[in-house]
């Protein structure tokens, strides 16, 4: 599985209960991911929320749900999220990525062209050529991620991901480049440091 979510979810919660205030926050945590979906669960369930509100709860949701591998539910979850809010980029971008770990291609790639079409950005570029990389199109995913730099020349997964395709191709010495210029963007940072260590040990047999 490809490591790295290159987005985040903008939450605005207003006008619900202090409970429900208080599982709006769990649903947003990155702490624990089971505690963090049944929040969500509660406040979804709990019918205080409606349109863009309530399309973040199932982005929120569906991204744990992605990241313990029920695939098919966090592209239920990033399905409602689009019902309640067709333009947003970023339900797309997720479903995408949920899509290329089922091995779901084609709806993989015409949801990261819908996120390009709705934003062309650096991260929406990275976003298909993780997919790209996911399905072992290795050239295409670099093709993406020399545009997203070319968009944004200090984005750092943008660098990591090249990289991590440079590597993939066998091309050590453009991947610890990649990796190189990644960790002067974010020092110290583990994913670029490891793939650094690991281009190097490449490099020198």
């Not at 490591?3 to 205030?21: D, N, P, S």
């Not at 062209?113 to 709705?118: D, M, P, S």
């Not at 993780?130 to 993406?144: E, K, N, P, Q, S």
Request: glycine share 6%.
């Amino acid at each position: 599985m490809v490591r790295r979510a290159c987005i985040a979810g903008l939450f605005v919660i207003a006008h619900v209960t202090a409970a429900a205030a208080d599982d709006a926050a769990d649903c947003k945590s990155n702490s624990n991911e089971n505690r963090a979906i049944a929040a969500c669960t509660r406040v979804i369930a709990s019918g205080k929320l409606t349109g863009k509100d309530l399309a973040s709860l199932y982005y929120a949701r569906g991204l744990k749900r992605r990241y313990n591998r029920s695939y098919d539910a966090a592209v239920g979850d990033f399905t409602n999220a689009i019902k309640l809010d067709p333009k947003d980029t970023w339900s797309y971008v997720a479903r995408g990525h949920a899509y290329a770990y089922k091995k779901d291609f084609p709806r993989a790639f015409a949801d990261q062209e819908t996120a390009i079409g709705l934003e062309k950005t650096a991260v929406t570029h990275t976003g298909r050529a993780i997919d790209l990389m996911v399905a072992g199109a290795y050239d295409r995913a670099i093709a993406d991620l020399d545009e997203a730099l070319r968009l944004n020349p200090k984005y750092f997964y943008a660098y990591l991901n090249r990289g991590d395709a440079y590597r993939k191709k066998r091309d050590f010495a453009k991947a610890e480049a990649d990796y190189r210029k990644a960790l002067e963007i974010t020092p110290n940072e583990s994913e670029a440091t490891k793939g650094l260590k690991k281009a190097q040990s490449r490099l020198a047999d």
